[in-house]
T-cell receptor, first 110, second 113 residues
Framework: EDKVVQSPLSLVVHEGDTVTLNCSYEVTNFRSLLWYKQEKKAPTFLFMLTSSGIEKKSGRLSSILDKKELFSILNITATQTGDSAVYLCAFGGGADGLTFGKGTHLIIQP | DTGVSQNPRHKITKRGQNVTFRCDPISEHNRLYWYRQTLGQGPEFLTYFQNEAQLEKSRLLSDRFSAERPKGSFSTLEIQRTEQGDSAMYLC???????????FGPGTRLTVL
């Protein structure tokens, strides 16, 4: 059965810190890996990764995929209180529904 | 607002009642997805449509659940004879058929008493 495991499940840091969120997966037919940010509402799309070793970047957020070791990381530099959210990793495979991990609950303290 | 919209945003019902939710996708998106999310979990895939055709159903979608997208635009998700275990956030997402990024609506929070 396809599986997506995120770690840590929760993380508390201070404003200005850099955080790294992890996502590992065991899937039978990999096509893409996606990151979403979820505050108290719907998930909002951050990145989609399909190729190993190519970093995607958007402002203070960046992500990279390692298809050999079956994991991805999401980095957030110079964190702000507005970065507090649940960060979800999802796998897109042969079927079209996404398989999500449980998420990392990130809290940024001022 | 050109994003995905869902109605109602909240629904409280008694066990055994039927409920129906509506999703309006982004207008040029021909794929529409339904997910369910419970507290502390990521969204779980239920079903998806390409235009009006329902192409995939998860085993989570019991016989009490039915989804339609009659004209390939909005979709409805009906739950018959609701149970307390159906209490969850029901999320709708849409995408363009050849792109994998899915864009989510605000969800409908269902509480079954």
């Amino acid at each position: 059965e396809d599986k997506v495991v995120q770690s840590p499940l929760s993380l508390v840091v201070h404003e200005g810190d850099t955080v790294t969120l992890n996502c590992s997966y065991e899937v039978t037919n990999f096509r893409s890996l996606l990151w979403y940010k979820q505050e108290k509402k719907a998930p909002t799309f951050l990145f989609m990764l399909t190729s190993s070793g190519i970093e995607k970047k958007s402002g203070r957020l960046s992500s990279i995929l390692d298809k050999k070791e079956l994991f991805s990381i999401l980095n957030i530099t110079a964190t702000q209180t507005g970065d507090s959210a649940v960060y979800l990793c999802a796998f897109g495979g042969g079927a079209d529904g996404l398989t999500f991990g449980k998420g990392t609950h990130l809290i940024i303290q001022p | 607002d050109t994003g995905v919209s869902q109605n109602p945003r909240h629904k409280i019902t008694k066990r055994g009642q039927n409920v129906t939710f509506r999703c309006d996708p982004i207008s040029e998106h021909n794929r529409l997805y339904w997910y369910r999310q419970t507290l502390g979990q990521g969204p779980e895939f239920l079903t998806y449509f390409q235009n009006e055709a329902q192409l995939e159903k998860s085993r989570l979608l019991s016989d009490r659940f039915s989804a339609e997208r009659p004209k390939g635009s909005f979709s409805t998700l009906e739950i018959q004879r609701t149970e307390q275990g159906d209490s969850a956030m029901y999320l709708c997402a849409s995408s363009i058929w050849d792109r994998r990024e899915q864009f989510f609506g605000p969800g409908t929070r269902l509480t079954v008493l």
